[in-house]
């Protein structure tokens, strides 16, 4: 089964850096998404991208937080003043085409994001 | 707005019972229900879908859900449970036109006793 990529796996970052996790979603999709999941909470959604722009995103993704699709492969997520509350696992996903809705999802194995 | 609940945190069966994940959610028009499964150090593997049709959907792994309008539940079930299955399972929901902006329950962990 195809998969999607992300890297690093765990990353180490002192507050007020900033990061970049970086997420190779797979070839013929379409859509891009961010989800995060702080430890012992639920996975929350973060940002959809679709078409080099965002098509939606949550009250969680503020202006510290950017998306880009650099070129053909790469899809990643910039926080660019890492607070203590981003410590979390992010999920990259990407789906293959348009809907209603119920296409499936598949998601990378997540970065851990630690900010010390 | 949509929400999710999985009211068991922590279930522990012993292998080769059977098992029920349960799961409720809140919607306003028909949803569609998903279960996801994460293994440790990997990402949420797809078990399942639902958007209309047979309320009672197959999954891989030998897992099944069935959709209940009336309770707003989607349990997810397995009649003979191997000691692989242990991970945490993820019920949820999302919306039409929604591409897939998916609302996750907060998980319930299942350990498996040999």
């Known amino acids: 089964e195809p998969e999607v990529t992300q890297t690093p796996s765990h990353q180490v970052t002192q507050m007020g850096q900033e990061v970049i996790l970086r997420c190779v979603p797979i070839s013929n999709h379409l859509y891009f998404y961010w989800y995060r999941q702080i430890l012992g909470q639920k996975v929350e959604f973060l940002v959809s991208?679709?078409?080099?722009?965002?098509?939606?995103k949550s009250e969680i993704f503020d202006d510290q937080f950017s998306v880009e699709r650099p070129d053909g492969s790469n899809f990643t997520l910039k926080i660019r003043s890492t607070k203590l509350e981003d410590s979390a696992m992010y999920f990259c996903a990407s789906r293959e085409k348009t809907g209603g809705g119920g296409e499936k999802l598949f998601f990378g194995s997540g970065t851990q994001l630690s900010v010390l | 707005a949509q929400s999710v609940t999985q009211p068991d945190i922590h279930i522990t069966v012993s292998e080769g019972a059977s098992l029920e994940l349960r799961c409720n959610y809140s919607?306003?028009?028909?949803?569609?229900l998903f279960w996801y499964v994460q293994s440790p150090g990997q990402g949420l593997q797809l078990l399942l879908k639902?958007?209309?049709?047979?309320?009672l959907v197959q999954g891989i792994k030998g897992f099944e859900a069935e959709f209940k309008r009336s309770q707003s539940s989607f349990n997810l079930r397995k009649p003979s449970v191997h000691w692989s299955d242990a991970a945490e399972y993820f019920c949820?929901?999302?919306?039409?036109?929604?591409?897939?902006?998916?609302?996750f329950g907060t998980g319930t962990q299942l350990k498996v006793e040999l």
């Open positions: 639902y958007f209309s049709g047979d309320t």
């Open positions: 991208f679709y078409n080099n722009e965002i098509s939606e």
């Open positions: 919607y306003g028009a028909t949803p569609y």
């Open positions: 949820a929901v999302g919306r039409l036109g929604g591409g897939n902006k998916l609302t």
